[in-house]
């Protein structure tokens, strides 16, 4: 009687549910299940540390709609994969993330790595679960992924008791299940969709706010409709830039304040009124302001501001409902209005402010020259990583998107290190779907140190990423070799150099370099050019640019300070 083992239905299982990308590191007991899944098909990255393995597995669920899985091994490298589960979850990416553990006649007894690691996982995922035999690993992989993906998606964990990986089974007795179905589309209640509209039509000073919700419903084409129908100004959050084009006429990014703080009515979109969006409350918004909230979360809806109309249900779908609405009831919010006029006069006088910091010619390098330089030369249709403090909230002002779905940053739960995972995943995506598309990884030099062993990933696989570190010499701003210098003529490091300063001039692009790929260390907005070029047109092999800028380059000033309580 012909047998399979357990790696061979971890694998095949996953197979059966059109999972593509596998992201780990192996060790004991895992090993067996990432050579089954190639086995199958499925393509395998082997990373440098789980977190990044963790993250790039969740990027590949937002981008593909699809969740990617991570693989680990058992208890440390368990706990190594929670900050990806939490951000996956918190960012609402489906991903499914399969850990190995002790074998299950060792359980209580101490055995290797043993950790309660289903108990723990259920903080973090929606779905946490032990199959119960070999048997029964098939429907366990199709309720993962099920799960994963319907209602709000997420992250799910399955864990593989050590003993299952090499045990046989009889191939008859295992019933792999069939590809779980598509998420459901749900629609709001006609009523709910009437209401929003009469709400929207008697508003004075409209806003729509874009949320990733609707990037990752695949909402573009209703969602850019209702702006040219309606004529509403719209906002995007962070990761929703692109899914109406940035250079569109009504974007109003570059008037956040303004747009935010005046609007009577505001429209979320697959947004959610959390600390990007100031949780909806004065002085960040009017006390008065009416929300209009759509969402595919019932829970999501009313929070922290009573919404004058809700509609529960898929971003795409409620916005194809509100077309209809105003398709039989005109609305066309006049372009010459005093809040078009307004908003026009703030976007103007914010972008002379940026344009003049970005045409400084005075070395070091500001964060605006440089992005400025960035803009000019890469591709519109490149796929945007970006993280770090500074690096990241300038680079979203200054660097337009174009296409939905193509800036990846820290998210919702603001996590750092997510970035090189993140790029290797739209590498790996891109690769297989649009291999002509780029992607540019844009860090802080700090967010860089989270991750930056995975250059050696990006150049084991033939990547071609180009990494660009903004670098500053330190988290927020750091020092010149000079001060450092200076500074440590009052004693060790530890006692006398700031929290937030890191190593002036480091060479990180030798990293690269070491690795097979191209680096290049620039100061001048020439040889960011000359590297920029020179990368840009080698679209074969990784290369990292690492940009030296003033150590105390800033934001320029905000209308309201940000998440900066420190007096720093």
Known sequence: MASVSGAQVIAESLKAQNIE????????????????????????????????????????????????????????????????????????????????????????????????????????????????????????????????????????????????????????????????????????????????????????????????????????????????????????????KGVVPDNHPNCVAAARSTALQHADVIILLGARLNWILHFG???????????????????????NVRPAATLLGDINAVTGQLLE????????????????KRLRETMLNNEERSKGLALQKSLPMNYYTVFHHIRELIPKDCILVSEGANTMDIGRTMLPNYYPRQRLDAGTFGTMGVGLGFAIAAAMVAKDRTPEKRVICIEGDSAFGFSGMEVET????NLPVL??????????????????????????????????????????????SAFGGKGYFVKTPEELQNALKASLTDKQTPSLINVMIDPQSDRKKQEFPWLTRSNL
């Open 325 to 340: 609405e105003f398709s039989k009831r005109s609305l066309k919010y006049p372009s010459n209005s005093e809040w078009w």
């Open 467 to 512: 990494i660009i570190i903004i670098n500053n010499n330190g988290i927020y701003t750091g020092l010149g070799a000079d001060a450092w210098k200076e500074m440590l003529k009052f004693g060790e490091p530890a006692t006398c150099v700031p929290p937030v300063s890191l190593l002036p001039n480091s060479h990180y692009e030798e990293i690269m």
């Open 458 to 461: 990006i150049c084991r696989y």
């Open 21 to 240: 990308y596998m992201f780990g590191i192996v060790g004991i007991p895992v090993t067996e299940i990432a050579i089954a899944a190639q086995a199958v098909g499925i393509k395998y990255v082997g990373m440098r540390n789980e977190q990044a393995a963790c993250y790039a597995a969740s990027a590949v669920g937002y981008l593909t709609g699809r969740p990617g899985v991570c693989l680990v091994v058992s208890g440390p490298g368990f706990l190594h994969a929670l900050g990806g589960m939490a951000n996956a979850t918190v960012n609402c990416w489906p991903l499914i993330v399969i850990g190995g553990s002790s074998d299950r006649n060792q359980e209580t007894m101490g055995a290797f790595q043993e950790f309660p690691q289903v108990e723990a996982g259920r903080l973090y995922n929606k779905l946490s679960v032990r199959p119960s035999s070999l048997e029964a690993i098939p429907a366990v992989i199709e309720k993962a992924v099920r799960t994963s993906i319907y209602g709000r998606p997420g992250s799910c964990y399955i864990d593989i008791p050590g003993d299952f990986v090499t045990l046989q089974v009889n191939k008859s007795s295992v019933k792999y299940v069939e590809c779980c179905l598509p998420p459901p589309i749900s629609t709001a209640e006609s009523s709910a969709v009437s209401r929003a509209t009469s709400v929207i039509a008697l508003s004075k000073q409209p806003l729509l706010i874009i949320g990733k919700g609707a990037a990752y419903s695949h909402a573009e084409n209703n969602i850019r409709k209702l702006v040219d129908l309606c004529g509403l100004p719209f906002l995007p959050t962070p990761m929703a």
């Open 281 to 303: 409350l004065p002085p960040r918004f009017r006390k008065d302001v009416k929300v209009i909230q759509i969402d595919i979360c019932s829970e999501e809806l009313g929070n």
